[in-house]
């Protein structure tokens, strides 16, 4: 869990509360979310290499990649398309790692039948 987050009332209220850049872990959060908020925005970072945003529409948003998968970049550098190529392809691998990790986390897929 990052630093940013958003919590809200259910059911048509608008009370909203956002912290940015703000540590989660303390009192007052655990009080908003005892006083029945629930989050609807919740900053992640997944094994140190990406960063993002996950709201409670299941989207991910702000997919960023981190200091190590920057550094992987930069020795891959070479033409503006062989840099976009590159940027691409790594941004594919490690997505398609971070998914299973991110339904996993929630709790698995359900099963249809």
């Known amino acids: 869990i990052d ?3 958003e919590l809200r009332l259910p059911a048509g209220e608008h009370a909203t509360v956002r912290y940015v850049r703000h540590d989660l872990s303390g ?3 655990r009080q908003h979310l005892a006083n029945g908020k ?27 990649f981190l200091d190590v998968l920057e550094d992987e970049l930069q020795q891959q550098a070479g033409s503006a398309d062989e840099s976009f190529d590159a940027s691409f392809a ?3 691998g ?11 986390a929630l709790g698995g897929e359900v099963d249809a039948g």
């Open 3 to 5: 630093r940013d987050c």
């Open 27 to 29: 009192d007052e959060v």
């Open 38 to 64: 629930q989050p609807t925005r919740l900053a992640l970072t997944w094994a140190d290499r990406l960063s993002f945003v996950f709201t409670d529409t299941l989207e991910i948003k702000r997919l960023a």
């Open 94 to 104: 490690e997505f398609s790692r971070l998914l299973p990790d991110l339904v996993a």
């Open 90 to 92: 790594l941004m594919a």
